[in-house]
């Protein structure tokens, strides 16, 4: 049986990685900054430890002895107040695991790391490929930008693969994010919602093809070493993003434009290009947007 190491297990996407992973036959191990984050989380064993202890980390990845590690763990709301937790997290924990890594005497197969599609940053528009211009506009993106160039050091030494997912949804996110915070206004029946601007167009995938690609790649013969766009390559507006919500959970809403919502320059339409992905893995399976927000809205 494969063993896989997931960090940030806890979290969003780590629950429905390490179910997805263990439908597949991983005997999965996940890693938890804090004892409070391990009840329920689905994995053969938990371990607590903070990423920035090198020598409580090292000694777990020295037992677990992993075949494959996925890189979850960080501050992935670009609101983030605590700045310095964010750069710590992110950019100091990526570089002590790999740091683990490379003095392990059983290399791990593989090692996927999560970046972001925030590394794009405002100065494109359209549809993005892995090679479009990297300029990030915010802290979380230059936080993963920097996660990307630690990687890039260690190349060389350890079997990685980058990938940049763009927006994604699911049952269980918190509701900070953009999507479970229509839904919960949906649900609740609310008669208005407030938002930003209506009209940007931008990519939305569903958690559940999220870690589809995620181990699939695992499995890649040809993915390492390479980035990858995890996207839908479907643009779709905030709009028309409510109006579907509204549809299919019947139930209608005004939207009401609260300018602290609304940011400057907004890039009009971006969404990513998931060609590269699909050229390694093969079609991407990428439920329909309706069909997102109905499991959300009925769960």
């Not at 903070?50 to 090292?58: G, I, K, Q």
């Not at 791990?108 to 090679?131: F, W």
């Not at 211009?133 to 936080?143: C, F, Q, S």
């Amino acid at each position: 049986m494969m063993k896989t190491l997931i960090t940030g297990i806890s979290g969003f996407t780590g629950h429905y990685l390490s179910e997805r992973l263990q439908r597949d036959g991983h005997e999965v191990h996940g890693i938890v900054r804090e004892h409070g984050h391990a009840k329920d989380v689905p994995a053969h064993v938990v371990h607590v430890c903070d990423l920035l202890d090198y020598e409580a980390l090292s000694g777990i990845i020295s037992r677990v002895e992993p075949d494959y590690i996925v890189h979850l763990a960080a501050i992935a709301f670009v609101g983030h107040d605590d700045l310095q937790e964010m750069y710590l997290t992110n950019i100091i924990g990526t570089r002590t695991l790999l740091e683990v890594c490379a003095r392990q005497p059983k290399i791990p197969q593989k090692i996927l790391i999560a970046s972001s599609a925030n590394v794009y940053g405002k100065s494109n528009s359209g549809i993005l490929n892995e090679d479009a211009l990297i300029e990030p506009a915010n802290d979380y993106g230059v936080t993963k930008l920097a996660v990307e160039n630690i990687a890039r050091i260690f190349s060389e030494r350890l079997p990685i693969i980058v990938v940049r997912p763009f927006n994604y949804t699911g049952v269980g996110q918190s509701e900070s994010f953009l999507i479970p915070k229509i839904i919960k206004h949906v649900r609740d029946r609310s008669p208005i919602i407030e938002l930003g601007n209506l009209d940007v167009a931008r990519d939305f995938s569903d958690v559940r093809s999220v870690v589809d690609a995620y181990a699939r790649l695992l499995n890649a013969s040809y993915a390492v070493n390479g980035v990858f766009n995890i996207c839908s390559s479907n643009p779709v507006t905030l709009r028309e993003l409510v109006a579907l919500a509204c549809n299919v959970g019947l139930h209608d809403m005004q939207i009401a434009i609260n300018q602290a919502f609304v940011r400057v320059n907004e890039v009009p339409v971006l969404y990513g290009d998931k060609s590269r992905l699909e050229s390694v893995i093969g079609p991407l399976d990428v439920p329909p947007l309706r069909d997102t927000l109905r499991w959300m809205i009925e769960a």
